[in-house]
């Protein structure tokens, strides 16, 4: 690391900071990053890592985008798609860069094919096929090659000894998502796993590389990463150091992505007391904890549990982070669900349309937090009756995650599934009597798939619920 460090003294230092974007997690739950990968900034900084007001540098927006944006001409040197046999453009690219995580073939709803793209980075159209940024510039649409997003982080890295480049976006200071994390989060991690355990760059980017995996629905290796850097952290830092304290946090979304909820809900009572004593009751760090105990209450069936600690929760990030902050953004979308869960369809369409338009402003339209929102707001739409509205919503939203996150992520599943409820809900209408058929094959359809690849995760029962609903409503037996 370069001098120009400003980490502060030995080893994790002050607040782990949350990602604070909602980072592909798909709900409204953020993990944190710790404060050793998060206080590494050349320069600047202040106010750690991507917490507070990260969102509201004013970075010059403009030097990126330019040459980014989808050529939708026809650029002969670009065919539609997999850049998967020729190798050509890209020379020594990782074996993980050809696996893409989305499929560039499907076309968003909203028109607009993609066609061809060039790298944000290098200009080029060249393959392999560039891949979405996965940050917040252009509404998470720019695409970059992942190997030269790679070249800017190792440069950063050697050149002032900042990590970010490893976790965010210089321009909009957003920490990457999807495919673009999962590659550079691998790269880091190869280049520093044989460090000693309690070595500053291995533990950044073990738990990077744990949040990436957790993200990609690759819930075990993420939770036997996050079980190693917490007993590492207890013993170097102790119990109630912040790292610590973030890495419990980090480990309790693994176990509830898991279905393993008593084990979410005890880390994250045990972490709130502490930040609480530590850090304070209107901390971010313990707000953002609350609001991920919240989601473990809504996610065992504890609604109104879930729903009073939610509205605390989100009264204090109003007023500590700004009402446009995405972490406050997040528990609006997290008490809007609650708030449909419970019934409340009316309550919940208000709350997660004015949501989703400050999160389309804030975040873009692709974003994981909004999608997730969008998909919510499909899902009350169609419980109050309002069903063109809604198929329309989801069919677009599921589109867009299909698109970014690939058909077998968890928050595509959750939309098919959705928007097949919306669907046989629809086929009430005479003229619509085939969105029945439509909609219970999708929602089976998905169902096995949440069955197969996310066994235990909530929305898994969520979706069984609507199939059993379907089935007896049919009179079949289950
Ligand atoms: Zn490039
Ligand atoms: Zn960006």
């Not at 590494?40 to 970075?59: F, H, K, Q, R, V």
């Amino acid at each position: 690391m370069g001098s120009g460090s400003s980490k502060r003294g030995k080893g994790p230092a002050a607040a782990a900071t949350t990602g604070g974007n909602g980072n592909g997690n798909a709900d409204d739950r953020n993990s944190a990053t710790l404060s050793v990968a998060s206080s590494l900034a050349g320069g600047g900084g202040g106010g750690g890592g991507g917490n507070g007001n990260g969102d509201d540098d004013d970075t010059n927006s403009a030097t990126l985008s330019v040459a980014s944006s989808l050529s939708r001409g026809s650029d002969s040197s670009c065919s539609s798609g997999d850049g998967e046999s020729h190798g050509g453009g890209g020379g020594g690219e990782p074996m993980w860069a050809s696996q893409q995580v989305f499929s560039s073939t499907t076309s968003l709803s909203g028109g607009g094919g993609l066609g061809c793209v060039r790298c944000s980075i290098c200009k080029a159209a060249t393959r392999p096929t560039p891949i979405p940024r996965g940050c917040c510039c252009r509404g998470d649409s720019v695409m970059a090659h992942l190997a030269c997003a790679l070249q800017l982080a190792i440069d950063a890295e050697e050149r002032d000894g900042d990590w970010h480049g490893w976790l965010e976006c210089r321009t909009c200071k957003a920490r990457f998502t999807g495919a673009m994390q999962h590659g550079l989060a691998l790269e880091w991690w190869a280049r520093v796993a044989a460090n000693s355990e309690a070595d500053e760059h291995r533990l950044g980017a073990a738990g990077n590389l744990a949040d990436s995996h957790r993200n990609q629905g690759n819930y075990a290796e993420a939770a036997g990463l996050e079980e190693e850097l917490l007993a590492v952290l207890k013993r170097v830092c102790g119990e109630e150091h912040l790292d610590t304290l973030a890495a419990a946090g980090n480990l309790a979304i693994t176990y509830a992505c898991q279905g393993k909820h008593a084990e979410a809900t005890r880390l994250q009572e045990d972490e709130l007391e502490v930040r609480k004593r530590v850090q304070g009751e209107e901390h971010p760090d313990s707000l953002e904890t609350a609001g991920n105990l919240a989601a473990s209450h809504c996610d065992q069936g504890n609604l109104a549990a879930a729903a009073q600690l939610q509205e605390v929760v989100l009264a204090a990030k109003k007023r500590v982070l700004g009402e446009q902050h995405r972490s406050t953004l997040a528990t609006a979308g997290g008490l809007g669900n609650t708030l449909l869960l419970q019934g409340k369809h009316a309550a919940a369409e208000e709350l997660l349309r004015a949501t989703l338009q400050q999160q389309t402003l804030v975040l873009g339209a692709d974003h994981d937090l909004r999608l997730y929102t969008a998909t919510t707001l499909g899902q009350a739409l169609s419980a109050l009756g309002r069903h063109g509205e809604a198929e329309a919503l989801l069919r677009e939203t599921q589109g867009r995650l299909k698109f970014h996150r690939g058909g077998a992520a968890q928050a595509t599943l959750r939309a098919s599934s959705v928007l097949g409820q919306a669907l046989v809900a629809r086929g009430g209408e005479r003229a619509r009597a085939g969105a029945v058929k439509e909609g219970s094959a999708l929602l089976a359809k998905t169902h096995a798939k949440q069955e197969a690849l996310f066994p235990g995760h909530a929305e898994t029962r969520r979706s069984a619920a609507r199939l059993e609903a379907l089935r007896s409503r049919r009179g079949e037996s289950s």
